[in-house]
């Protein structure tokens, strides 16, 4: 048998292990929550973007004092965008999750490249593209 062939149980397993991951993932964003990040990013993730036209790398802590700088957008009352687009898996402990969130005026697409160490799931690569298209109202203005 294949050692990296799967029942349907372990796929089930996996698949709402990696939605919890996504989920704490996308409040971290969402609430400028660092800890939450922490949690589900490996201490060695790579963080890059080329949406600038140059490359932007940052290691995990300077990822992480990033997200402590600006205002939550939670605080901010923006409304939450975010989903998953798709998550694929390559073996019992190698996923790749496509989502997409929104912050501000910026909105992203990260392509997230998950590990199963240490017994849980960690994002171990976040690399994203990223555009500003401004807020549209929530609520028509009243005349």
């Not at 910026?106 to 490249?113: G, N, V, W």
């Amino acid at each position: 048998m294949d050692p990296l062939a799967s029942t349907e149980s372990d796929t089930e397993a996996r698949t709402a292990q990696v939605a919890e991951v996504l989920l704490t993932y996308f409040d971290g964003l969402y609430h400028s929550d660092t800890a939450r990040l922490a949690a589900v990013f490996h201490p060695a993730a790579v963080y890059a973007t080329a949406s600038g036209g140059e490359l932007l790398h940052l290691t995990m802590d300077e990822y992480l004092r990033v997200v402590e700088e600006p205002e939550a957008p939670a605080t901010r009352g923006e409304v939450r965008q975010d989903r998953v687009v798709s998550v694929d898996f390559a073996g019992p402990a190698t996923a790749l999750a496509r989502v997409e969130c929104a912050i501000a005026e910026r909105r992203f697409t990260d392509f997230l490249s998950l590990v199963h160490v240490d017994g849980r799931w960690q994002i171990m690569a976040k690399v994203f593209h990223y555009y500003t298209q401004p807020n549209q109202p929530t609520q028509p203005s009243e005349a």
